[in-house]
C-alpha cells in the first residue's frame, strides 16, 4: 500500500511460463503491491500452475482464448471486486520493467495523476532498446494521428504498461471495448474523453524471443483499429453519433 491504497497488479498472460516468476519476483520486491492477478487465456504451457504456486495471487483461468481485451476485461473487474484503489498492468513476459511500480503507483496514490502510461519513446531509447523500425514508425504516425484527433499530446497510446485509479476503471465502458489488441487504444480515448489527467514516464522496453509481440499483419489491422476508435470519437464529440464507448453523462464528475 502507499497512503493507504490498495494496489493490485494485473497480468494478462499467455503461454508466459519462461518469463512469468522473474517478472512476478520484480513486482514483489518493492514490497508496496498488495495482490497479484492473474488471468491466463487458455495456455498450453505451464503458466497456470506456475502462477498458481505464486503468494497473494490470484489466479483465473480462461477455459477458451478471449483475446488480449477479453483477458484484459477480466483483470480489471476482477482488481475492482477485490477492492484495488489502484490498478497496474505488467505483462508477464518481462517485456516492460516492474521496477517501475512504485513511481507509476505513487504518482496515483498522492493524487497527482489518476492515469500513468510507461512511455517507450520518452526519452529517446526505443531503437536503441531493440524497437523494430518498422514498428517505431508505425507507432510515431498512428500517435500523431491520435493526438490530432483526440486532442491529447502523449508520446505513445500502444504501450502495454499502464496505471489506473479506481475511478478511471469503474467508468470504462468495457462491455464495449474490443475483445483484441485495440482495447487499450478504446480504453485510453474514453480515458481522454471523461476529461482525466494522463501523465507519462519513461520506460525502457526489451525484445527477445519470449517477449510477446504482434505480428506485421495483426499490427496493420490493429493500426486501422486504433484510427477507427479516434474517428469514433471525433464523431461523438461531434454529436453525430450515440458511440457506446464514449458517453456523456455519467452520475461522478470526471477528475479535471
Known amino acids: 500500500m502507499i497512503n493507504g491504497k490498495k494496489i493490485i497488479v494485473v497480468?494478462?498472460?499467455?503461454?508466459?511460463?519462461?518469463?512469468?516468476?522473474?517478472?512476478?519476483?520484480?513486482?514483489?520486491?518493492h514490497g508496496i503491491v498488495d495482490q497479484v492477478i492473474l488471468v491466463d487465456d487458455s495456455s498450453q504451457d505451464n503458466t497456470v500452475?506456475?502462477?498458481?504456486s505464486l503468494p497473494v495471487t490470484l489466479v483465473h483461468v480462461h477455459p477458451n482464448n478471449q483475446g488480449y481485451g477479453g483477458n484484459q476485461k477480466s483483470c480489471y473487474r476482477l482488481a475492482l471486486r477485490e477492492g484495488a484503489d489502484i490498478v497496474i498492468m505488467v505483462h508477464p513476459d518481462y517485456q516492460y520493467t516492474p521496477k517501475l511500480i512504485p513511481a507509476m503507483a505513487s504518482i496515483i496514490a498522492q493524487g497527482l495523476y489518476p492515469c500513468v502510461l510507461a512511455s517507450r519513446i520518452l526519452g529517446g531509447y526505443a531503437l536503441k532498446n531493440g524497437m523494430p523500425l518498422w514498428r517505431y514508425i508505425a507507432n510515431r504516425v498512428l500517435t500523431l494521428v491520435e493526438n490530432l484527433v483526440l486532442g491529447a499530446k502523449l508520446s505513445e497510446y500502444h504501450t502495454g504498461y499502464r496505471a489506473y485509479s479506481r475511478d478511471i476503471l469503474e467508468r470504462m465502458a468495457l462491455d464495449h471495448c474490443s475483445d483484441d489488441f485495440t482495447f487499450d487504444n478504446q480504453i485510453l480515448a474514453q480515458v481522454i474523453w471523461h476529461g482525466f489527467p494522463i501523465a507519462e514516464i519513461t520506460c525502457p522496453a526489451k525484445y527477445f524471443t519470449e517477449a510477446s509481440s504482434i505480428n506485421f499483419q495483426r499490427s496493420v489491422q490493429y493500426g486501422f483499429g486504433c484510427l477507427a476508435t479516434a474517428l469514433r470519437y471525433r464523431l461523438a464529440r461531434m454529436g453525430f453519433v450515440g458511440d457506446p464507448l464514449f458517453q456523456r453523462a455519467h452520475p461522478k464528475k470526471a477528475a479535471s
Open 11 to 29: 497480468m494478462p498472460a499467455y503461454n508466459a511460463a519462461a518469463t512469468l516468476r522473474r517478472t512476478y519476483d520484480e513486482v514483489m520486491e
Open 49 to 52: 500452475n506456475i502462477a498458481s
